[in-house]
């Protein structure tokens, strides 16, 4: 799968931000946001599966971002709100092909597809 990640920008913070991922196809099985900020380690943001009722979202994510689906498009988005300079990484989208255990479902470490990275900056 390939997989193109766009929307990211610099935003005041308590703004928001939609990020896009565009996908070659669907030959995955979960589909999610992951971010790394300098120095600290990739985390996962959120993820979905293909049928889109198996969803996480992080501590960070909960209540403010939201994943959806756009299967017509072929793209998942990433709703980010009420953003703060915390948010400021690097987002990436990634695809992992089977399923897992849901503990493990947005663990970085499993996911299998990365497309490229796109910039947040939550600055004033």
Not at 13 to 20: E, I, M, W
Not at 78 to 85: G, I, K, R, T
């Amino acid at each position: 799968v390939q997989l193109q990640a766009s929307g990211g920008g610099l935003v005041q913070p308590g703004g928001s931000l939609t990020l896009s991922c565009a996908t070659s196809g669907y030959n995955y099985y979960y589909i999610g946001w992951f971010r790394q900020a300098p120095g600290k380690e990739r985390e996962g943001v959120s993820c979905i599966n293909y049928r889109g009722h198996e969803l996480y979202y992080s501590d960070v994510a909960a209540g403010r971002f939201t994943i959806s689906r756009d299967n017509g498009k072929n793209t998942v988005s990433l709703q980010m709100n009420s953003l703060e300079p915390e948010d400021t990484a690097t987002y990436y989208c990634a695809t992992r092909a089977n399923r897992i255990i849901s503990s493990r479902r947005c663990d970085p470490s499993v996911y299998d597809s990365w497309g490229q990275g796109t910039q947040v900056t939550v600055s004033s």
